[in-house]
């Protein structure tokens, strides 16, 4: 299917004014630039209950976190969110459209954590933070406000790939979770994984892709490891309800739903929604794509139906919402 008309407006938009790839850029300048267009790109900025800043000890010193909290007293279900940004780019600010729209519609409490970013920390640092702060947040419960029974964890692009790797380590070493949310996720970081000829450079595309993968893996040895490529784990048995969420036309969307079919073959119930038209980086934009919205209603549908303990059920088939 072609792109859609509102990805076309996109790409002219950035195309006159001359934007050039946040790969052909210094770290210091995609840094910013990624957090602008994100920006930019969410639309209006939707009020929340409670929105705080704090920290938790992590791995390696204290990590900041951003807690997003509905109305309402006691403890709350809580998805721990993993911002994209490629391991690379990124903070709690990136994210933070997305968690105020999740904590509304599911409702839920979503809390962002700030993982330490390649290339000064390469992997497996950022898998490291934001398993340790999951573990926390569920240990300290009473503190956070959290409900343990309902947590789930959930990213974008690396922040997907973050989101399944910390299921796999919360399979062997908890803590239990409810679901797991995958946006247009990273799951097979060996070399040649983006489809060839990919090549736009106003849209994310395989170069994106490498520049990034070269960021996070120090040694190209850890392409291979379930941590940085869960696609490549031996058994995906017994993780949590996952809804995957890919787009049509993104490097990533054929391991994307690779994944979602090893969930469903090992015993995981999946919902995987391809949006079609769409690019990757839609889910960050809904002041700029429709479908950017209607996903995010999805995900909070998702998240709604986990922690009241329902649904997914069975695994959809790719071509979703149009």
């Avoid at 679901?179 to 983006?194: E, F, I, K, M, S």
């Avoid at 996952?242 to 036309?249: G, N, P, Q, S, W």
């Amino acid at each position: 299917m072609s792109l859609d008309p509102q990805v076309v407006a996109y790409r002219a938009a950035r195309a006159a004014a001359g934007t050039p790839p946040l790969y052909t850029r210094t770290l210091a300048e995609a840094r910013a630039a990624d957090l602008a267009a994100i920006r930019a790109g969410g639309g209006d900025v939707e009020p929340v209950h409670e929105v705080r800043d704090t920290h938790l000890p992590g791995p390696a010193g204290d990590l900041p976190v951003r807690i997003h909290r509905p109305a309402g007293d006691g403890p709350l279900p809580t998805l721990v969110y993993f911002f994209g940004g490629g391991w690379t780019l990124g903070s709690v600010d990136t994210a933070d459209g997305i968690c105020r729209r999740l904590a509304n519609a599911t409702p839920c409490q979503v809390v962002t954590v700030g993982y330490r970013l390649a290339p000064e920390h390469p992997f497996p640092a950022a898998v490291q933070d934001c398993h340790a702060a999951t573990a926390w947040l569920a240990a300290h419960a009473a503190e956070f406000r959290v409900d343990p029974d309902r947590l789930a964890v959930g990213g974008d692009s690396a922040g997907g790939n973050l989101a399944a790797a910390v299921t796999l380590l919360a399979r062997s070493h908890g803590p239990r979770l409810a679901g797991q949310l995958l946006v247009y996720p990273n799951t097979d970081q060996r070399a040649g994984g983006a489809p060839a000829g990919d090549e736009d450079p106003l849209l994310f595309n395989r170069h994106s892709v490498d520049w990034y993968r070269n960021h996070y893996l120090a040694d190209p040895a850890d392409a291979t490891h379930p941590l940085a490529s869960p696609l490549l784990a031996d058994d995906l048995s017994g993780l949590p309800p996952a809804l995957v969420v890919t787009a049509e036309h993104d490097p990533l969307r054929e391991q994307g739903e690779r994944y979602a079919e090893r969930l469903r073959a090992d015993g995981v119930a999946v919902r995987l929604t391809r949006y079609a038209g769409m690019i990757h980086g839609f889910f960050a934009m809904p002041g700029v794509f429709d479908a950017g919205r209607r996903a995010q209603d999805e995900a909070a549908a998702f998240l709604r139906d986990r922690f009241a303990g329902t649904g997914p059920t069975v695994t959809s088939t790719p071509g979703g919402p149009r």
